[in-house]
Nanobody, 118 residues
Framework: QVQLVESGGGLVQAGGSLRLSCAAS????MGWFRQTPGKEREFVAG????????NYVESVRGRFTISRDNALNTAYLQMNSLKPEDTAVYYC???????????????WGQGTQVTVSS
């Protein structure tokens, strides 16, 4: 069983930055998803195990960067130029593909709240 431990959420003003971290052991692709009340969980970004391939939802492209440090077994989501609409619970996930669908990920973190004030 793989445990994912997220950290780095919080409250930030619009235009600010946050970095989320997700510690996970094993050779997995990693992804970040987010969810707001009453809505389905949305794919945000994914990265291959090697770190050489990434993908993003269009709404965060150019503002968010996903990366990983396999020596530390940690994936990151650097979020810049944050907007109020980025407010959500952010989840990291581990799987065999860095796809955009929830079913492509096998393990999930507990979620961390990101709140962007206007």
């Amino acid at each position: 069983q793989v445990q994912l431990v997220e950290s780095g959420g919080g409250l930030v003003q619009a235009g600010g930055s946050l970095r989320l971290s997700c510690a996970a052991s094993g050779r997995y692709a990693m992804g970040w998803f987010r969810q707001t009340p009453g809505k389905e969980r949305e794919f945000v970004a994914g990265i291959s195990w090697s770190g050489t391939t990434t993908n993003y939802v269009e709404s965060v492209r150019g503002r968010f960067t996903i990366s990983r440090d396999n020596a530390l077994n940690t994936a990151y989501l650097q979020m810049n130029s944050l907007k109020p609409e980025d407010t959500a619970v952010y989840y990291c996930a581990a799987g065999y593909l860095y796809g955009t669908r929830e079913y492509e990920y096998k393990y999930w973190g507990q979620g961390t709240q990101v709140t962007v004030s206007s």
